[in-house]
């Protein structure tokens, strides 16, 4: 299948082996859309590479780049000021809110279920427009920066965005219904691909995927930074490991990502956004966040001058695409589709 | 933590010789730098005693006179994450692979072998992941050459190579 199939969301190959109808074995075929970002990264400044890692995917940009600037602030030892750590909080929820609403509107087509896309969709402008609002681009948004936020948050900024997040809890009543009542939807997810909790770990899986095996493994939570240790949260845990519990993860998610943005709001505090930095750095130092897809990791060496010697770059997705075979095992051709979508690939990090 | 002191002092008494470096980053992060003959013991205590049950990533850097391979190893039980920098000679690029004892290092391997050209000995399917198959070489290498005319690079860095 692919890597021009409809289900593929991106230019990448699945090869099936099968029994009849039933899948023996499979192995996911990637490169495709290979850029070269660790070797293009060396020979840019640090900052520059703010707007590369924008585009490592175009559907959550800005955890890809707020990751690549904590890790550098761990290299050049910068301390963000705490209105840009809160900042930096709001916007990365809103940007997991529509990352995960982009999954959806992206999974409901795979299950034939159109409304999805509409639904999905609409609701997700609302957010892009916030995030236009705060950063003044839809997508790829080259908001943070190294030492903390590029600008401050427009005047009653707060005020639009507890607006849109009231009629947005509402829609997902709406969402809900939809979906989980739908016998279709329950047909083509419960109990398809289902991957145990310690395969999934021994392979790599990580992020709601690996929530939905009932780990609580949240990084915002565990390997806490910016502001998120001093707001509360409840990370989102389902048992089965099927497809349907990762869609309940990623739905229950939308709604603490809501909270958290609500919190954060309530407690922004006044003062410096953004802190100077050095530009020239040596060493080595990682962070890993909590990407929307599962754990996201820039490792970054320098060698004393204003560009980075070299820079790793871990995709979630990439771990979890080639566990994928294990969901596979056993089910019908038919669900790979099903199978695949739930996972929500995105060719842009994986491919690097 | 507690649990930090406890780490090290383990690795400490167990691999006291072998250790070229052995630090706590910050809290939760262990930092060890070892030789690669060394690699699959310290791998294989960290698995039993620590728990460690998730290969975060495997980086290969080229340092011009050796390779480094970089193991980000996580235990999620105790919340610990190691960091081992097994260093390779650079005319010898081989390594054992940790394959056989987490799965999930399997892609990793196979990208740092593709992108790096570091061997991992003992890996069940070490073919190349992003580049294509009859690609001859691995960019990631410090000689290989970026196109530097195409993008904007001031001048002073294109003097200092």
Redesign the interface.
Known sequence: MGPQHPMTHGLWNLRIKVDGETIVDAEPE??YL?R?Y???M???EFQKNVVLTDRLCYVSSITWSHAYCLACEELMDVEVPPRGQYLRVITLELQRIASHLMWLAAYGPDLGLLTALLWALRERELFLDLLQLISGARMNQNWPRIGGVRNDAPPDFDQYCRKVIAHFRKKMDEYANVFEQSKLFQVRTVGVGRISREDA????V?GPNLRACG?R?DLRE??PYDAYPEIEFEPAVARDGDSYARYKVRMEELKTSCDLIERALDKLPAGPYRAKQPRRAEGEA?R?TEDSRG?A?F?V?GDG?D?PY?V?I?SPI??TM??APLMMRGNKVADVVAIMGSIDVCVGEI?? | MAGDGEFLAALRDRFGAALRDLSLVRDRVIRLAIDRKDLVAVCKFLKEKFDVEHVTCITAVDWRDHFESVYHLTSWKRNVMIQVNASIPHDDPRIDSITPLWNGANVHEREAYDLMGIVYDGHPNLTRILLPKDYEFHPLRKDFPQELDRQYVSRRKIGGG
Do not use: C
């Not at chain 1, 770990?201 to 790599?204: A, H, L």
């Open positions: 990637i490169g290979h070269g660790e070797k293009i060396e020979v840019r770990m021994d392979w790599g990580t780990a493994i565990m390997d990682f890993r754990e990791l490792y060496i001058d560009r070299r790793k871990r990439f771990s080639f566990a491919d690097k």
